[in-house]
């Protein structure tokens, strides 16, 4: 079974730049997750998708930050204009079983953004 | 807000011995627990979870115990191997009412190193 594929794997760009990052999740996994993971700290919940829609963006800056996820199966996260505290690695995940409590995430390898 | 803390940053312990992480948590809703394994470049990957109504769930080397009134919990490793070297993370789910955003909550993570 092949795991979860992020790419980039890393990118630097300036200051008000803008960037995307793709993820394609485990094959039927309907739920999608992106995480920011500042270093030094745990990962942080960013947007979760059921399928294609938005089940929690609470903790998206939504004036810098989107996310879609176009036919329930790829996701791009897009940073427009980025800041210098941008600079983290965006991890995606997928799980198949929601509802069911302690369920695994299954964590793609990461994009690593240096903001300059 | 640090819901879930992990108060040692690293640890150090020989090869063969116990290697006991620790995690703190102050949310009573969390209902699951989750650890998750950190390797250099790679995404997290699930090791081990617990359900809030258990106190012990083993599974191989490792076993975690959970102590509701104390809001805290530990990963035992036993024996340590030095694969075992790695970024460890404490993470806490909230299901109950939540059905389908079951969003996880990461500590900052120990960074685990075994002396061969």
């Known amino acids: 079974e092949a795991g979860v594929a992020q790419s980039p794997r890393y990118k630097i760009i300036e200051k008000r730049q803008s960037v995307a990052f793709w993820c394609n999740p485990i094959?039927?996994?309907?739920?999608l997750y992106w995480y920011q993971q500042i270093l030094g700290q745990g990962p942080k919940l960013l947007i979760q998708?059921?399928?294609?829609?938005?089940?929690?963006d609470s903790q998206l800056p939504k004036d810098r930050f989107s996310a879609e996820r176009l036919k329930g199966v790829d996701s791009t996260l897009k940073i427009q204009p980025a800041k210098l505290e941008d600079s983290a690695v965006y991890l995606c995940a997928s799980s198949s079983r929601p509802g069911t409590g302690g369920n695994e995430q299954f964590f793609g390898p990461g994009t690593r953004l240096t903001v300059l | 807000d640090q819901q879930v803390k992990q108060n040692s940053p690293s640890l150090s312990v020989q090869e063969g011995r116990i290697s006991i992480l620790n995690c703190d948590y102050t949310?009573?809703?969390?209902?699951?627990f989750l650890w998750y394994k950190k390797y250099p470049a790679e995404g997290p990957t699930f090791l081990i979870s617990i359900s809030s109504i258990k106190d012990k769930n083993e599974d191989g080397r490792f076993t975690v115990f959970l102590n509701k009134s104390a809001k805290h919990l530990s990963l035992h490793i036993v024996p340590s191997q030095p694969g075992d070297s790695a970024v460890y993370f404490c993470?806490?789910?909230?299901?109950?009412?939540?059905?389908?955003?079951?969003?996880?909550?990461f500590g900052t993570g120990t960074r685990l190193t075994i002396i061969p």
């Open positions: 993470a806490a789910e909230a299901v109950g009412s939540n059905f389908g955003n079951e969003k996880l909550t």
């Open positions: 998708f059921q399928n294609n829609g938005v089940v929690d």
């Open positions: 094959s039927g996994h309907a739920t």
């Open positions: 949310n009573s809703m969390f209902d699951y």
